[in-house]
């Protein structure tokens, strides 16, 4: 197939929306913001596990310490994923997809050592999730 000269798509490519693409470059900047706050919320509770402070029993109750180190191999990956998320790697968006979920998880479970700070963490990850699923294939092109 032979590809127009002024937009450079093929007849069968739908045009590239900016707003597509500053979608998924705002779900990649969150995914490596989150991911070195999530890290940072991991660190914090490895070097002084008093910080937080357990309000009423749930369900999902962990020691601190395995929390912390949740939290921290988490915020790595998640920053690395958010990292090729720029660099256009389909790979990236779906595992982005997947640790944005599994963050949303942990996060839920999280709620009673942080509630305001999770429940914020679980909508950027619906965000995350809805743009790198719709507009993450645009930042490629």
């Known amino acids: 197939m032979t590809s127009n000269r002024t937009t450079g798509r093929t007849p069968d490519q739908r045009p590239v929306s900016s707003t597509a693409v500053g979608l998924t470059v705002f779900a990649a900047t969150m995914m490596v913001i989150g991911g070195i706050f999530q890290a940072g919320q991991g660190l914090v509770a490895l070097f002084n596990d008093t910080f937080y402070v357990v309000g009423q029993e749930w369900t999902f109750k962990f020691d601190i310490t395995a929390w912390a180190w949740i939290h921290l191999i988490m915020g790595v990956v998640v920053v690395v994923a958010g ?3 720029f660099r256009g790697a389909v790979w990236a968006r779906a595992v982005g997809i ?18 305001i700070w999770s429940i914020l963490i679980i909508a950027l990850d619906v965000l995350v999730i809805w743009a790198l699923s719709v507009h993450g294939r645009d930042i490629v092109r």
């Open 83 to 85: 990292v090729f998320v």
């Open 98 to 115: 997947a640790v944005a979920a599994v963050s949303a998880v942990l996060n839920f479970m999280w709620l009673p050592y942080y509630p």
